[in-house]
């Protein structure tokens, strides 16, 4: 059974840094993996999508890459803002399966 | 930016009240699935539907039941709303392959008194 974590849970920063989030999951035969963002209250916004068969993909500040062999992914915020502050999730889906939601990372970016 | 609508935004509502939480897409999309959300936790999969006609219960046990008489229609009901029900109600869409994105509506926070 595909099992998803993320670390941190949260996180700080001050705005301007480069940030990394980090997703792990457990069956590296993995379809695709999705990054989310979640405003409080609010659904989910897809922010990229990596196939398997794709080492990263990339969309404004944001950078995802994904190493299927050691079960990871990470994405790459460059230049935050206060904007950014709001829980990234990760979520993983195997051939013929459902996706598979990680806990998130709640990310705080201070002015 | 997707097109997926959830009704009501927010429910307050007595023990023991049927209640219907609406999910409406305009995408023509297949797929549609319901998650449950407690505040600060994980996404869990409670139902999901591969089309017309098609549903399916997902990972996490639930007492509401979901119907798709429609494409475009995917409501969920519980006929008898209790204190454990209070969580958020997420509905989300994808095209018939996996190889597409996950679109989510804003959701309904159900809180049951």
């Known amino acids: 059974k595909q099992e998803v974590t993320q670390i941190p849970a949260a996180l700080s920063v001050p705005e301007g840094e480069n940030l990394v989030l980090n997703c792990s999951f457990t069956?590296?035969?993995?379809?695709?993996l999705q990054w989310f963002r979640q405003d409080p209250g609010k659904g989910l916004t897809s922010l990229l999508l990596?196939?398997?068969?794709?080492r990263e993909q990339t969309s404004g500040r944001l950078n995802a890459s994904l190493d299927k062999s050691s079960g990871r992914s990470t994405l790459y915020i460059a230049a935050s803002q206060p904007g950014d502050s709001a829980t990234y999730l990760c979520?993983?889906?195997?051939?013929?399966?459902?996706?598979?939601f990680g806990p998130g990372t709640r990310l705080s970016v201070l002015p | 930016e997707a097109d997926i609508y959830q009704t009501p935004r927010y429910l307050v509502i007595g023990t023991g009240k049927k209640i219907t939480l609406e999910c409406s897409q305009t995408?023509?999309?297949?797929?549609m699935y319901w998650y449950q959300q407690d505040p600060g936790m994980e996404l869990h999969l409670i139902h999901y539907?591969?089309?017309?006609?098609?549903?399916e219960k997902g990972d996490l046990s639930s007492e509401s039941t979901v119907s798709r008489i429609r494409t475009e229609h995917f409501p969920l009901t519980l006929e008898s709303a209790r204190p454990s029900h209070t969580s958020q109600y997420l509905c989300?869409?994808?095209?018939?392959?996996?190889?597409?994105?996950?679109?989510f509506g804003n959701g309904t926070r159900l809180t049951v008194t």
């Open positions: 069956d590296s035969a993995i379809y695709n």
């Open positions: 990596i196939q398997s068969s794709q």
């Open positions: 539907s591969y089309g017309v006609n098609s549903t």
């Open positions: 995408m023509g999309h297949d797929k």
């Open positions: 979520a993983v889906r195997n051939y013929g399966q459902n996706f598979v």
């Open positions: 989300a869409s994808s095209e018939w392959t996996d190889r597409t994105v996950l679109h």
